[in-house]
């Protein structure tokens, strides 16, 4: 089954060493097989075969965009992505754009692209739609493991996501570096979000700040509120706020800027981990979680303690995964 | 004993029969070139035409010299390519345009169009109070239906503001913008929606104008009354011939109570028409005939309604573009209305009827709380940046396209009917269709180098650096459009100069959050088929629904959109004048499917070769489908080229379309 994608011609050790190179379809088709159902044993061999050939390939940082509808958050990206080709002439970018599906028919309409205008051809930029598979917007399942294969060939794979309030939570997760987009607001509207978003981005973005005066307020208003909740923010500083308007091509130089400079990493560990909570969650509920603390907990937190104090080795995914389907399939004849 | 005054009869001062004028006969035309164009024109008008419509092709509309690569398939296919005054110095050779009617369909280059008119008239010594006749220049419709737009709604509306005042002052005859509902229709508005959206383009435009500021009270009523229409008819003739009445009346409401017009004169509503081409059908294409006629009716039967100018399509125009001879027989239908029958002899013959007055009261409170909720969003240009009212049409057309898939809407030949004996008019030795020579590029190609050796390299320079300043200073632009016409500059060099000060702008698709509203035997069919695929895949069918080249009729590709995804596609649609090239781009990252293109300017076969040579250059051997206004003689050519299949307005049937898609994509070897 893992090896079903192939043709005769076209062996995984072929694709993946032709999208090393940021050849597209080569990497758009891996990325389908990553979305495949089922497809454990794919992406173990995949990123094996990854290591096999780069074992010092690249690990792109990850940038969350996400914002409620109409934050204009794609054109922002679309002129994020002309500076970058700019300003950044010998590094690579990826997009990941979600939208929402229709729940009656499954079906999507995939629309970011219209906001982006892309190069032909050009191997240093990759655009990639995914469907939600919520109405709602959010992650699609796959969405994490696609991001681990851009992560290997690009320096930067930004992730763009419909947030309504509870979305931000995940994609933070998966981001080194994730942005709030909004628009000019009311005052009320700030105090509104205060509720629960707030504390989750690194940093924020005043979108379609095309006149000045409305621009200047919605920023002090979201500097006093952010300043309320200083203190239980992680590192109890003010977060930066951005503002940018597309149409006067204002401020994008400088937030381009600001996540080329960007250098933190978050802990891949505890992401691997995280995520993996997160999938056992959504495939066996309670019942998942339950075994996984019961059973393995301990060692595994010790294990992510210390390893990721030492700083050597990382989790494998994949095995980590595998380790759970047997422990589980274990439990279950038992 | 004096006569007795007949209340059914149309009378002079001295009670003698006096029927009305007959309203102007237009035929929407030009094709080719300039010189061929030239032709046309002459003998239309000495066939009894009355005034000139100009169609001009795409790159000329959208901004483009013939030489720039986008133009290439598209010269000369939809209208007369124009690249500089030579072309118009050739187009209007021999013809008095003193003593024209000139209706230019143009609306992202309208004022550079008239430029080059008025560089013509004064090169000829012809006053410039003595040019009448219209620029299209409604850049709200572009943004909705036509596609033809280039800067963002602002700067549009800006230029605009700048032909209003430079015509006023100048050339007070001419129609600086024709407010366009006709479009809108096409893209399936509603009548109320046709009412409304119109209506608040003109409060739009009129709005703009006056915060400009320029014009005194009395200039600023001529201004009001220089505001036309270009409107559609369709087949329900009396709910049309209603729609009418009730545009007389709002707009007579309008200028009266939102902008103080105390001249009667320049409160009338003055329109012209092209009847509907949405309904014509490519089965049984005679019926058109009919529906020409009758639609024609819509907008002539009531006096105090009537249009001004009239053009009609031609029975065939669903097929490709008209022939002389299709034109020709269009043109008689009018003459017959206008000089065999009385119909110019009486008075409106609908006043009093309580139907009609009724009918009309129910369209206006309609569309006026539609008005009102535009203008509660800050106006039509608010509504258009929104995507309000751009997904408004697409759910209108969705609901029509799904009434005729379901028979609910009649359509006969097409959902009923449909069998039928064979038409002797489609077997001429042409195939009943139009074709463009294709070597007729070059003598426009010609004409444009040798435009660009033998002027002043230094002035058009100049002339062009000053353009640019005055557009970044906010100076009324004409003046210095006219100057680059006299120096022989070209399409695409205006434009470019303009598109480097105020960018090109990108509007909303409307398609998404759309949804259909289809749930029979063949959806069923449909969403099986997909699950199956989806099962043997693992993942949903992927489309790319693309919409290549400067042709910006996106219904068909809109429509495409919504139904795959109504059968469980995922769709990635980027909207208008994308490239052959990043269309391939985007279903080779996307990991598409399929690739279904939308075509109906008649360069299908020149894109479909881009298109295949760039993904010959991914090595990606993607299926690709295409939909839209092609001929049958053309259908081997394509296959041979890789099409797998093709679509006409014939296939109307939505879910049939989307059932021969899944099909073939499904018969692809499982691989990704």
């Known amino acids: 089954m893992a090896n079903s994608f192939m043709n005769s011609t076209e062996t995984l050790s072929q694709l993946v060493s032709d999208s090393l190179l940021g050849e597209k379809f080569p990497i758009a088709k891996l990325i389908s097989k990553i979305e495949t159902e089922n497809n454990l044993e794919f992406r173990e061999s995949l990123f094996n075969e990854i290591q096999a050939q780069k074992p010092n390939a690249k690990d792109g940082l990850t940038i969350g965009i996400t914002g409620t509808p109409g934050a204009g958050k794609s054109s922002l990206l679309g002129e994020l992505c002309r500076l970058f080709l700019d300003f950044a002439p010998d590094k690579k970018m990826a997009i990941v754009a979600i939208d929402p599906s229709s729940t009656i028919s499954g079906g999507s309409i995939l629309g970011d692209r219209t906001r982006v205008t892309l190069p032909r051809r050009d191997t240093r930029i990759y655009f990639r739609s995914q469907p939600s598979q919520l109405e709602l917007g959010g992650l699609n399942p796959y969405t994490y493991h696609v991001i681990r294969f851009l992560r290997k060939i690009f320096d930067y794979v930004f992730v763009e996501t419909v947030g309504i309030g509870q979305n931000e939570i995940s994609i933070s997760l998966i981001s080194d570096l994730s942005f709030l987009v909004m628009q000019p607001l009311g005052g009320d509207q700030v105090q509104f979000m205060k509720s629960g978003i707030m504390e989750v981005p690194e940093a924020f973005i005043i979108n379609k700040c095309d006149e000045e005066s409305l621009a200047n307020s919605s920023y002090y208003m979201l500097e006093t509120t952010l300043e309320f909740i200083k203190d239980i923010l992680p590192d109890q500083t003010l977060p930066p706020i951005f503002k940018t308007s597309v149409v006067k091509k204002k401020g994008i130089e400088e937030l381009l800027q600001y996540i080329l400079t960007y250098s933190k990493r978050k802990d891949k560990n505890t992401e691997t981990i995280t995520q993996l909570m997160q999938w056992i969650r959504s495939e066996y509920g309670r019942f998942g979680i339950g075994l996984w603390e019961t059973m393995e907990s301990k060692s595994w937190n010790q294990a992510v303690r210390l390893r990721s104090l030492s700083g050597m080795s990382k989790y494998n995914y994949e095995t980590e995964e595998r380790k759970f389907v047997s422990l589980i399939q274990k439990k279950l004849i038992q | ?672």
């Open chain 2, 1 to 672: 004993m004096s006569a007795e005054k007949k209340d059914y009869l149309l009378v002079d001062e001295n009670g003698q029969g006096k029927p009305d004028k007959p309203w102007i006969f237009r035929t929407y035309a030009g094709h080719t070139n300039a010189k061929a164009s030239n032709e046309l024109y002459r003998k239309n008008l000495s066939k009894g035409q009355t005034g000139l419509s100009i169609a001009f092709d795409l790159p000329t509309q959208c901004g483009y010299s013939s030489d720039h690569e986008v133009s290439r398939p598209e010269i000369g296919k939809v209208g007369v390519p124009i690249n500089s005054l030579e072309d118009f110095r050739i187009l209007f050779d021999q013809i008095p345009i003193e003593e024209m009617n000139t209706s230019m369909t143009i609306n992202g280059t309208s004022m550079w169009l008239l430029s080059l008119y008025v560089a013509l008239a004064e090169e000829r010594g012809v006053p410039l109070e003595k040019l009448n006749g219209t620029t299209q220049n409604d850049l709200i419709k572009e943004y909705l239906a036509r596609g033809t737009y280039i800067y963002p709604p602002k700067d549009s509306m800006k230029i605009i503001v700048d032909m209003y005042e430079y015509c006023l002052h100048n050339i007070p005859k001419w129609n600086p913008s024709n407010i366009c509902s006709y479009h809108l229709q096409e893209a399936g508005a509603t009548p109320v929606q046709e009412l409304s959206f119109a209506l608040a383009t003109a409060i739009a435009v009129l709005d703009a104008i006056k915060e400009r500021n320029c014009f005194t009270a009395d200039e600023f009523e001529q201004c009001v009354g220089r505001i036309s229409f270009f409107v559609n008819a369709g087949i329900r003739f009396v709910e049309e011939m209603c729609k009418m009445r009730a545009f007389t009346e709002m707009w007579e409401e309008i200028t009266r109570e939102r902008y103080g017009v105390k001249n009667a004169k320049y409160r009338v509503f003055r329109y012209g028409v092209q009847v509907n081409s949405l309904g014509l059908t490519e089965e049984q294409p005679e019926n058109n005939a009919w529906r020409i006629l009758i639609e024609a009716l819509g907008v002539t039967l009531s006096r105090n309604a009537r249009c001004r100018a009239l053009q009609l399509p031609a029975w065939n125009e669903a097929l490709s573009l008209p022939r002389p001879w299709d034109q020709q027989w269009s043109l008689r239908l009018q003459q017959v209305l206008a000089y065999e029958t009385d119909l110019l002899e009486y008075p409106d013959i609908f006043e009093g009827s309580k139907v009609i007055e009724s009918k009309v009261k129910a369209l206006k409170e309609e569309a006026k709380l539609e008005i009102q909720k535009i203008l509660d969003m800050g106006g039509a240009l608010v509504a258009i940046e929104n995507g309000y009212m751009k997904s408004q049409l697409v759910k209108s057309q969705t609901e029509r396209l799904s009434k005729i898939n379901s028979n609910e809407l009649v359509i006969v030949g097409k959902n009923k009917w449909t069998d039928g004996i064979k038409s002797p008019l489609m077997t001429d030795s042409d195939g009943g269709i139009f074709k463009v020579d294709p070597k007729s590029a070059e003598q426009t190609l010609g004409v444009l180098a040798e435009a660009k050796t033998r002027r002043n390299a230094e002035l058009a320079k100049k002339s062009l650096e000053d353009l640019k300043q005055a557009a970044k200073e906010g100076k009324n632009l004409m003046p210095y459009s006219i100057a680059c016409a006299k120096a022989l500059v070209t399409t695409g060099e205006w434009a470019d100069a303009l598109r480097e000060v105020y960018g090109e702008y990108n509007p909303p698709t409307g398609v998404e959050g759309q949804k259909l509203f289809l749930s029979d035997d063949k959806v069923a069919t449909v969403r099986g088929k997909v699950d199956a695929f989806t099962k043997a895949h693992g993942h949903r069918p992927k489309i790319v629904v693309g919409k290549p080249g400067l042709d910006g009729h996106s219904n068909g590709a809109e429509m495409i959109a919504v139904s795959a995804k109504h059968s469980g596609f995922d769709v990635i649609y980027s909207g208008i004048r994308l490239s052959p090239e990043e269309i391939v781009q985007s279903a080779v990252e996307e990991n598409a499917n399929v690739i279904g293109l939308s075509i109906l300017s008649g360069s299908h076969k020149e894109i479909a070769k881009q298109l295949f040579d760039e993904l010959a250059h991914y090595k990606a051997n993607i299926p690709v489908v295409i939909g839209g206004i092609i001929p049958e003689s053309d259908f081997e050519e394509l296959k041979k080229m890789g099409i797998r299949e093709i679509f006409t307005p014939k296939d109307y049937d939505l879910m049939s379309i989307m059932n021969k898609i899944i099909d073939i994509i499904s018969t692809e070897p499982v691989l990704v």
